[in-house]
């Protein structure tokens, strides 16, 4: 059993920044997918980026240039560097895993849908206020 438990999220004017972190135990195998996704309330969740164990990444177009992916397999977290921060950008965040070579015959932007995803953290709230 894979946990994901988030962190860092919070309350911050527009433009500022913030950095999430997701500890998980995924890195103790090879292949690995892991992304993170937001859901604002009435609306779906959607991806917003996506890494393999390849290191290859995929941004969503709304937060391209602004936000980035990476992780610290040493420190078994997986993060999530959010800049110039929006408004629209307020939601809960996740993030989620997928295990196993399988993830990796996907094209990369599948990394942005979460049905590919087996497993999943809490959430942690991020606010961006105007």
């Known amino acids: 059993q894979v946990q994901l438990v988030e962190s860092g999220g919070g309350s911050v004017q527009a433009g500022g920044s913030l950095r999430l972190s997701c500890a998980t135990s995924?890195?103790?195998?090879?292949?690995?997918?892991m992304g993170w996704f937001r859901q604002a309330p009435g609306k779906e969740r959607e991806g917003v980026a996506g890494?393999?164990?390849?290191?290859?990444?995929i941004y969503a177009d709304s937060v391209k240039g602004r936000f980035t992916i990476s992780t610290d397999n040493a420190k078994n977290t997986l993060y999530l560097q959010m800049n110039s921060l929006k408004p629209e950008d307020t939601a809960m965040y996740y993030c989620?895993?997928?295990?196993?070579?399988?993830?990796?015959?996907?094209?990369?932007?599948?990394?942005?849908?979460?049905?590919?995803?087996?497993?999943w953290g809490q959430g942690t709230q991020v606010t961006i206020s105007s």
């Open positions: 890494i393999r164990s390849d290191g290859s990444t």
């Open positions: 995924a890195y103790t195998y090879s292949n690995y997918c």
């Open positions: 989620a895993a997928d295990l196993g070579w399988t993830c990796l015959m996907y094209g990369v932007s599948r990394l942005l849908d979460k049905d590919i995803f087996d497993y």
